[in-house]
DNA sequence: TCTGGAAATTTTTTT
DNA sequence: AATTTCCAGA
C-alpha cells in the first residue's frame, strides 16, 4: 500500500501536482496540513527532489513545529534538509548571514511593540509632536502599514506632499528608521521588509536563495501581506534548464478565513493569485473531515452572506449530530457560570476530558469571567493570549539587561535598565546623556562610558559609571569559555539584587514575578541545551523574540483552553462555547459603526472560523447586559445568529429568566427587540423545533472516532516487533523499541536508536527490521 | 529624585 | 474596571 492512498481524489491531485504554480483552497477541516506533508513526501520520494531545495513557510511557530513533525514521520529520508520555518524566523535566518549588505550590524535586536512605543514617544518628543492630537499607536499602525506594503520612508514622504497630517507621519516615519538603523535594531515589519530589500539589491544574494528553494510552499496564503507576497513571488521566480521562468509556489488557503487585514493581510493574494501567476492550477478542498453536518451547515450559511468570495461549500460524511445551541443570559456572570457548569457536567456525566472544551471570545477582556468561574468549579483550564510571558515588567527587565550585554547599540533596553533597580539615575539624567550622545553621533550606552566629559551631571556621573562597569564585567565574564548563559543569568539576578528585592515585599505579586523569573531561567537552560550549535546570547533573544502565545499550547496537556477567536484558527475542539454573541462585541461596535461594509465582511469570516472549530457541539451564549470597561451596555444579540437557520438552532432559555426577544415568529429568526415580552418557558425564538436529538456517540471519546472516519483505510497490519525488541532502520541503525500505539490507522512506534537518539514514527513508514540475533 | 493619589484613557483581534 | 499618565509634595 502507498501513503497516499488514504487521500482523497482532490487530496492526491495537490499532492502529485509537479511544476507550476499551485492553489489549493482548502475549507475548514479539510486535511490541508495532511496535504502539505504529504506533497514535500512525494516531492521527495518520488519526484527526486532534494529535501535542500524545500522551502514551507507557515505563519506560527506552532504550526512550524507541527509540520516538521509530521513531515519527519512520513518522509523517508534527509527532512531535517527540508527549511521548515514561519516568516519571521526565514527572514531573520537570513539577515543574520546578509544584512551587513544593508549597513546593519548581524547582531542587530528584534524590537517587541513595547520597545516600538517607547521609540515612538521619544521621536515624537525629539519632533516636538503633540501626542494629544496624534496618536503613538496611530503613527505605529501608519508606520506598520507603510511597511506592510513596502513603502519607504522617503516613497512616504513623496505621497505626502499636499497633505499636513501626513507630512507629520513622514518625518516620524523616518526618524524612526533612522533610529532603528542606530539601534541596530529592526521591528517585526522590518524583518520582512529588509529581506525583500536585502533581495533586491543584491542579486547574487537572491540568486542564491532561488537556487536553493526550488519548491516553496506557504500555510494560511490568505493571511499574507504585500511584502511577504513580494517574498514569495521573487523567491519562486527561478530559472529552469531551459532558462524559462518557472514558479513552483505551492501556497494552501481559504479566503473564508481571511482574519487579519488589521495586521496588513491582503486579502487579493489569494482572489487574484490565478492572475499573479498564470498557469496556476486550482484544487479545492471541501470534503470536510471534522465536523458535524449541522455545524458545517451553520457555517456555510453563515458564510454565504459575504460577496466576493471564491464560490465553495464544505460537505461532510459525518453524522448530522447535536443542532447547535444558543442561550441569551441575563448578564456576562450568568453566562461564565453556566458555560463552566456545563463543562462540568460533561465532564463528569459523559466522561468528556478537560482538552475536550474551548471556549472562545471576542476580546481577550472576556476571558477574566471565565477564569474566576473555572477556578470555582476546580477546573484547570488554560488562557491563551492576553499578556504574553515575555511582556511581563521582570521578564522584560531581565531581557533588557541581556540584550544591553548582547547589543549597546540598543538604547531602548539600556535606558529601561539604567535605573532598575533604584540607582538614583533619574529623568534629567538621562535627558543630557541623550542629548550629549545625540550631539556626538554615539549610542546612548557609549554616551554613558563617556560620562565624565559630559557637562552638568553632578553627582550622577558617579553612579553611571558604577552601572557602566556592571555592564562591562557582566560583558567581560560571558567571553570566557566555562562562563554559560545560565550563569549569567543568575549573576545578573545577583548584582541587581532583582530578586531579594522582590522577596522583601511578600506579596503574591511578587512570588509570581518571581516565578515568572524562574521560569526565565528554564528557557535559557532549555535553549542551551537544545542547542544545535554553540549557544549563544544573540540567538537566545531572537528565539525569545519570534515566540507567539500560541505555540506553547500543548495538545497533551488535558485543560479547558480560553482564546479570542483570532488564536482559535487552525485547532479544533470537540465542544466550543462561542461566547459573547452580541452585536457590539461580536460584531465589533467598531466594525458596526464603521462605514466601510467589508469590515463586518471580515467579523463575519472570524464567526465562521470560529463555527468550524466544533467537532461535535457548538454552543452560543450572549448577555443581555454586560459590563464594558466600566459601562454597563445592553446588546442586541449578534447579527450573525441570525444568518444561521433556525432548524439548526435550538434554543435553551436561560436558567434564570426565561425571557425572549419580540419578533420571535414568522420570518428568518430575527433578534430585533432590545425591549422584551413575556413569552413562557416552552416558546422558542423560531416558530417551530423540528430538532430531534440524535443519539449520537456522546459517552465515547471523540477523538476516538474521528480520526478513524478520516482514514477509511484498514489497519496495518500487525507488527512483526514488539516493546523491547531490537529493531533497525535504513537511516538511524539499531536501536530499541521503547513504545507503540495504535494512533488512527497506524501505529505509532517509538525507538530509542543507539546513535540517532528516541525518534517517534509510524510503523509503515518506518519500515523497521527486527534484529535477529 | 521618588512617591502616592488623582485624573485620564482605554476602541478588538497579533506574527 | 483596569491600567497608564500626571502632578504636587517630600
Redesign the pocket.
Known sequence: MSIYDSLNKEQQKAVKHDKGPLLILAGAGSGKTRVLTHRIAYLIDELNVNPWNILAL????KAANEMRERVDKIVGYGSENIWVS???STCVRILRRYIECLGYDRSFTIY??DDQ?TLI?EICKFLEID??NI???TLLSVI?SAKDELISPEEYELNAQGDFVKRKYASVYKEYQKRLKSNNALD??DL?YKTVELFQNNPEVLDYYQKRFKYIMVDEYQDTNTAQFRLISILASTRNEEGEIEHNLCVVGDDDQS?????GANIYNILNFEQQFPDTKVIKLEQNYRSTQNILNAANEVISNNVGRKDKSLWTENEEGEPIHFTQYDNEYEEAENVVRDIDRMINDDGADYNDFAILY????QS?IFEEKLILKNIPYKI???V?FYQRKEVKDLLAYLKTIDNGLDDIAVKRII?IP?????????DRVTAYALNNDISFYDALRHAEYIPNL?R?AGKISSFVSLIEVLKSHLSSPDYSLEDLMNEIIEATGYVTELEAEETEEAQGRIDNINELINKVVTYEKNATEEPTLSEFLEEVA??????SLEESNNVVIL?????AKGLEFPYVYLCGMEDGI??????IT?DDPT?VE??RR?CYVGITRAMKKLSLSAARQR?V???TQFNKPSRFLREIPRYLLKQSASSLAPRFPKNSSMERNSFSGSSYSNKTMNSTLFDKTPYQVPKSSLHSNPYATMPKKQFAVTNAEPLAYGIGDRVSHFKFGTGTVSDITQGGKDYEVTVDFDNAGVKKMLATFAKLKKETN
Open positions: 507557515t505563519f506560527t511557530n514561519t516568516f519571521h517587541d511593540a512605543k514617544r501626542t494629544k496618536k503613538e499607536r506598520s517585526f515589519d520582512i482574519i487579519y487585514k488589521f495586521r471576542r476580546t481577550n477582556a477574566r491563551v493570549g492576553g504574553n535605573n533604584k540607582r538614583g539615575i533619574g529623568l534629567t539624567t538621562i553632578g550622577s519570534l515566540v507567539a502565545d500560541i505555540d482564546m479570542t477567536l483570532h488564536s461580536f460584531p465589533s461596535y467598531m466594525c464603521s469590515e471580515e467579523e472570524l459590563m470597561r466600566g459601562e
